[in-house]
C-alpha cells in the first residue's frame, strides 16, 4: 500500500524558512513526478512546486511564480524522500501543503502539513 506522509509544518514569522518532507513507502519516489500543492483558508489547491521523475534527460523542477525564488523542491533517493525548503515566508503563504506523486495512470496523496506565516 503506498502511503506518503509530509511533515516539517508549523508556525513561522515573516521572513522565516522552513523545510517540508516527504516521505513515501510502497512507492519510489525516483520514478514519479512529484509535487507540492497548498491550499488556503477558502481557496483551491494550487500546485506550486514540481521536481520530475529520473530520467535519462536528468531531471526537472517546476514553481508557480507566487514561489519562484524562495521555494526549492529537491530529492533525496537514499532515504526516498523528497522536500520543499521554503525561504522568505509570507503570510500569504499560509496554508495547507500537501504532496502528490504520480506516474503515467496512478496518482498519491499525503495527508498534508499545515504552515502558518504570522507575527
Known amino acids: 500500500q503506498v502511503r506518503l506522509m509530509e511533515s516539517g509544518g508549523g508556525l513561522v514569522q515573516p521572513g522565516g524558512s522552513l523545510r517540508l518532507s516527504c516521505s513515501g513507502t510502497?512507492?519510489?519516489?525516483?520514478?514519479?513526478?512529484v509535487s507540492w500543492y497548498r491550499q488556503a483558508p477558502g481557496t483551491e489547491r494550487e500546485l506550486i512546486a514540481t521536481?520530475?521523475?529520473?530520467?535519462?534527460?536528468?531531471?526537472?523542477?517546476n514553481y508557480a511564480s507566487s514561489v519562484a525564488g524562495r521555494f526549492t523542491v529537491s530529492r533525496e533517493l537514499p532515504k526516498n524522500m523528497v522536500f520543499l525548503q521554503m525561504n522568505n515566508l509570507a503570510p500569504e503563504d499560509t496554508g495547507v501543503y500537501f504532496c502528490?506523486?504520480?506516474?503515467?495512470?496512478?496518482?498519491?496523496w499525503g495527508q498534508g502539513t499545515q504552515v502558518t506565516v504570522s507575527s
Open positions: 502528490y506523486a504520480e506516474r503515467q495512470t496512478r496518482s498519491y
Open positions: 510502497g512507492i519510489d519516489f525516483s520514478g514519479h513526478h
Open positions: 521536481i520530475s521523475s529520473l530520467s535519462s534527460s536528468g531531471v526537472r523542477t
